[in-house]
């Protein structure tokens, strides 16, 4: 009962690393334990430490979800340490089975390797991957620039294993020269990273040309939108004064919030009359959040307007499970009393550049800044520059808002481009390639940044060769696996017991 108590007090611990509670540093320690007990106990006592480290981690972690129900929260957590569970057992199974370098290297491939996995297909979610607790832990975050997010996953659970192991060996009185070396090698490994780190931080960032732009937050609540017609001149007030605002302090690029525009802006043509005539009034061309809706089917979509009008749009493509949209809706009725969309919003065609005005930006909506190969995805394809533009009211009082805020900043540095970040009631940010953010409204504030900002045209190591680091990751645990299917029983490895 010790050891579990124990291993629930690592997850909730391990959660605090995350932005709310911003103790990020507990990420390099707080899986250390669990990975102790994955080794040294027998395999029913681990798979409860493990168990309770995974629901104490997901459980604290997704606190936020309950805004939205208990039952939700609950389905949740349970679902998303799944994942860690099957780390723990493949690792334990692996591990154990290996020898002690191979151990070292196996485990934060195998953690690398589930969070990918739990990033992938319609129901791919990114919340609780380690690489995010370190968003203001600057010079190990740039290594995102060369192996992305889980780059830094690798490196955490790396020294958490230096950590176990160097533990075991005291324990067990085996392997107790290598398991030093393997610490003194995460160590210097850490303080490597940061150097580099240091170094890049130290280092003007290039641009090809400048961007006068502008991020609003309106800060208008969810609250009024029943009353359509209040809402849709309360909107159009708000925004078009910051708008005029921005445009008398030089901006000629002006980025709007997701869903701030009233009504269809795709199909309606006063809509579209009010905001190409704004775009001709100030100068300054506008990025808008909006609807748009074709042959039935309805889209969440960014909208780029010039005094010509709507000069190029991208629909947004990856959605919220459950929030946008509902897999057998109509098997699942009990869905209507929860904060559930009453129709599904359908996803875009692809992931594309916007272009217009000599303007190529990836514009990216929402949840889908929470995945690196759709911001990757624009960067390859010629963004200059990165446009985040959301809606993060839905998450109340609670963590979740610097959660999505924290992975736009792990997005800049990934692909070396600034980020422009548009949320309706905060975080709004202007972000540098570095992941420094340059200024920001806090929650629940009105107000413009004015920023110029530099097109980046240099694409980084990380956008160029995608998940470099999870390929090799799954090459090698595949062959560690099936070295430990042929292992016989009867032979120990050098971390066994």
């Known amino acids: 009962m010790q050891n579990i108590l124990i291993s629930l007090t690592c997850g909730i611990l391990a959660s605090l690393a995350f932005p709310g509670a911003n103790i990020f540093w507990l990420a390099w320690v707080a899986l250390a334990p669990v990975i102790y007990f994955m080794l040294r106990l027998p395999a029913r006592s681990a798979f409860y430490c493990a168990a309770a480290f995974a629901l104490g981690f ?12 208990v039952l939700p929260w609950i389905l949740l957590t349970i679902f998303q340490s799944l994942f860690i569970l099957a780390f723990f057992f493949w690792g334990r199974f692996t591990v ?16 690398i390797i589930t969070e990918w996995i739990r990033a992938r297909g319609m129901f791919g979610f990114t919340w609780g991957d380690l690489g ?27 020294f958490n294993t230096s950590l176990a192991l160097f533990a075991l060996s005291l324990t067990t009185k085996r392997n107790i020269k290598s398991a030093s070396a393997g610490l003194v090698l995460c160590v210097l490994a850490v303080a490597g990273v940061c150097i580099y780190g240091n170094a890049m931080l130290a280092m003007p960032v290039n641009g090809d040309r400048i ?11 969810q609250d009024i939108t029943g009353d359509y017609l209040y809402f849709m001149e309360k909107s159009w007030s708000v925004y078009t004064d910051l708008t005029l605002q921005a445009a008398k302090e030089g901006a000629n690029l002006v980025i709007w919030p997701e869903t701030t525009v009233p009504g269809c802006t795709g199909l309606d043509s006063y809509v579209q009359g009010r905001l190409k005539n704004l775009s001709e009034k100030t100068g300054a061309n506008l990025v808008v959040g909006g609807w748009d809706e074709s042959l039935g089917q309805v889209y969440n979509t960014a909208f780029a307007f010039s005094r010509l009008g709507i000069a ?3 629909a947004k493509r990856h959605l919220v499970p459950f929030g946008e949209f509902v897999p057998a809706r109509k098997y699942l009725p009990f869905l209507q009393y929860y904060r559930v969309r009453a129709d599904n919003t359908s996803p875009g065609s692809g992931y594309r550049v916007m272009q217009f005005d000599g303007h190529k930006v990836g514009t990216v909506i929402c949840f889908e800044s929470a995945f690196p190969e759709i911001a990757r995805t624009m960067t390859v394809s010629g963004a200059e520059f990165l446009c985040i533009i959301t809606n993060d009211e839905w998450f109340g009082k609670s963590a979740a808002a610097e959660q999505h805020f924290s992975k736009s900043i792990v997005r800049s540095v990934e692909n070396g481009r600034y980020t422009l970040r548009a ?3 905060g975080i709004s940010a202007v972000i540098d390639p570095r992941g420094r953010v340059l200024a920001s409204l806090p929650e629940e504030s009105k107000g413009m940044l004015r920023r110029d900002i530099m097109g980046v045209s240099r694409v980084t190591f990380y956008p160029r060769h995608g998940d470099w680091l999870v390929c090799i990751s799954i090459i090698f645990a595949f062959f560690a696996t099936v070295a430990a299917l042929l292992r016989p029983r009867s032979i120990r490895a050098e971390v066994e017991l």
Request: hydrophobic share 55%.
């Open 211 to 221: 961007f006068k732009t502008a991020v609003l937050q309106g800060n208008i609540s």
């Open 96 to 111: 154990l089975r290996s020898r002690y370098w191979a151990g070292l290297f196996l485990i934060p491939s195998l953690w």
């Open 423 to 425: 949320a309706a009631t």
């Open 312 to 314: 190029d749009s991208y």
């Open 58 to 69: 997901m459980g604290s972690h997704l606190i936020w979800i309950k805004i939205f129900g």
């Open 132 to 158: 995010y607790s370190q968003y203001k832990f600057l010079p190990v975050l740039q290594i995102a620039s060369l192996a992305g997010v889980w780059g830094v996953s690798f490196l955490i659970v790396l």
